[in-house]
C-alpha cells in the first residue's frame, strides 16, 4: 500500500527506513510550543530546551515521593501477574526487568505521577496544548546485568511504527535511584533533536518484540551518528533519585550498560499533544500495541 492511500491527507514529513541510505533531514517542527507564562519552565530554561533539546530539574521529587515509587517497583517486579504480562519486557540474555511498559495504567501509584502538575505541567507548556500519555515504562536496569540502550531517535520509531505525524511529544525520565557516571546514564547528544536520521532497513511485523529488547532497525548508521556527534558532542545525564531530565521526542540519545552493583532505575513518561495525534504507522506493517503506543488519546485533566 502506498504511503499515499496509507495517509490520503497526511504527507509523511519524516520518511525513514524507506531507502537503502540513510538521510539526515532538517527539522520541519517547532521544539518548544509554549511560553514562560504558560507554566513552571522559565524563559531562559525554555530557551535552553529549544537549543539542546534538554532541560534538567536538580529535585523534581522528594526522598519520600522517591521510596513510595521503589517500593511501587519492588512490589510490579515480584507481581507473578505483572511478570507475564506483556507489557514486561526481560533483558535480552536473562530473565531480568528490562522494562515495564503502561505503568500508568498498572499501577494507581505512577497513575497519579503523570497527572502531577510538577509533571504534565511542563508538558504542557512545552507543547503548548493539552497532552496525552503516549507511553508510559519504569527502566530497571538492574546492577551487574543491566543491559544497554543503543543510540536512537524516539520519534523515529513513533512516527514509522506508532505513526506519529509530527515532532510534538516530550519524554520525562525521573531518576528512581541515584544515576552515577559509572551506572549507565542517559546520553544527549544537544542539539541533535534538529536532525532527522532516517534510518534504512524495513519495519519487520511485531518488530517491537526484538526493538524493546535491543533495537537494531531504526537505529542510526555510525556515519551518522558520527558527524552528529562531531557536530554536538555528547552530554551525560547524572544526578540523585529524584532529580529528572525532560528531553524532546527527535534527541539522539541512548545509556550505556551497568555492570556496577548500583541499579539505574528510572520512570519515562511521554506526553503527546493532541493536536498531534497518532495515525496509521508511517513505516511498518501495522500499529504497535497500545500499551507501546497509545490509541487513547483522552487529554490529561487536572
Ligand atoms: O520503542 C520505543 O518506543 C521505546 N524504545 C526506546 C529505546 N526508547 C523509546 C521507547 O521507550
Ligand atoms: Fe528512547
Redesign the pocket.
Known sequence: MSLMESHPTLADAYPTRVSTEPTLLYRQDPVVYGGPEDGPIDAATLDSFEANGYLSVEQLIGPEEVETYRAELRRMAADPAILADERTVTERDSDEVR?IFEVHRISDVFARLVRDPRVVGRARQILGSDVYVH?S?VNYKPGFTGKD?YW?S?FE??HA??GMPRMRAV?ISIALTENFVHNGGLMIMPGSHKTFVACVGETPADH?KA??KS?EVGTPDPGSLSILADKHGIELFTGPAGSATMFDCNCMHGSNGNITPFPRSNV?I?FNSVENTCVEPFSAPSPRPSF??ARDFTPITD
Open positions: 522494562s507511553q515504562r540502550f536512537h524516539d520509531t513513533w511504527e506508532d519524554s517491537y526493538s524493546l533495537q519515562f511521554v507501546i503506543g
